[in-house]
Nanobody, 120 residues
Framework: VQLQASGGGLVQAGGSLSLTCTAS????????TAWFRQAPGKEREFVAS????????KYADSVKGRFTISRDYAKNTVYLQMNSLKPEDTAVYYC??????????????WGQGTQVTVSS
């Protein structure tokens, strides 16, 4: 499975960005998916996840109410809609996927990351 994340960029605080993750070799319908991020000098952290079948959705407390994870089965794509962005959201964002139903924060497949920079 190969994951490709895109959609990052530079945005002012309060703005919005939509990240996209596409998969090749598998369909997201049979996988749990998630977004993580890593800021400079910090460890990678969980952002949001969507279980197989979309039954369980989880967000980090820091993004609740601002970010939305979703999946388009027809396009085999997972999205992360980010609103009300803050400078502390600046990081490289990674999409991830796993064959397990709801793997929590441990995922097997990873994309290459897309940079999100929020200016104050």
């Amino acid at each position: 499975v190969q994951l490709q994340a895109s959609g990052g960029g530079l945005v002012q605080a309060g703005g919005s960005l939509s990240l996209t993750c596409t998969a090749s070799g598998r369909t997201f319908s049979s996988m749990a998916t998630a977004w993580f991020r890593q800021a400079p000098g910090k460890e990678r952290e969980f952002v949001a996840s969507l279980s197989m079948g979309n039954r369980y959705i989880k967000y980090a407390d820091s993004v609740k109410g601002r970010f939305t994870i979703s999946r388009d089965y027809a396009k085999n794509t997972v999205y992360l809609q980010m609103n009300s962005l803050k400078p502390e959201d600046t990081a490289v964002y990674y999409c991830a996927a796993d064959d397990r139903y709801n793997p929590g924060t441990s995922y097997y497949y990873w994309g290459q990351g897309t940079q999100v920079t929020v200016s104050s």
